[in-house]
């Protein structure tokens, strides 16, 4: 499994963007794909995920409201839409994927097997 995230740039705070993770390699109905950043000098930590078969949705509390998780199945694509960027949400994003993970196993990062390279975000204030 290969994935490819995208989307990445500069703005300013409150501004939006948009994230995109394509994958390939293998069939991704079962899939379970999320996004997790790192800031600098902190953890990796968890923002999204989403599970292709049924859509169900996990957000981390501080992203809830301002961020949206999606998939085109078509596409092997999954999307993360931005909304009202804060300067704290400045890190570098990651797109992962897993299978079989159950809901409450979404936010764990040793859940997910395949890991894409990072796309950089900034927020300026």
């Known amino acids: 499994v290969q994935l490819q995230a995208s989307g990445g740039g500069s703005v300013q705070t409150g501004d939006s963007l948009r994230l995109s993770c394509a994958a390939s390699?293998?069939?991704?109905?079962?899939?379970?794909t999320g996004w997790f950043r790192q800031a600098p000098g902190k953890e990796r930590e968890f923002v999204a995920a989403i599970r292709w078969r049924g859509a169900t949705t996990y957000y981390s509390d501080f992203v809830k409201g301002r961020f949206t998780i999606s998939r085109d199945n078509a596409k092997n694509t999954m999307y993360l839409q931005m909304n009202s960027l804060k300067p704290e949400d400045m890190a570098v994003y990651y797109c992962a994927a897993g299978f079989g993970l159950i809901v409450s196993s979404m936010p764990n990062s040793n859940q997910y097997t395949y890991w894409g390279q990072g796309t950089l975000v900034t927020v300026s204030s």
């Open positions: 390699g293998r069939t991704f109905s079962s899939v379970t």
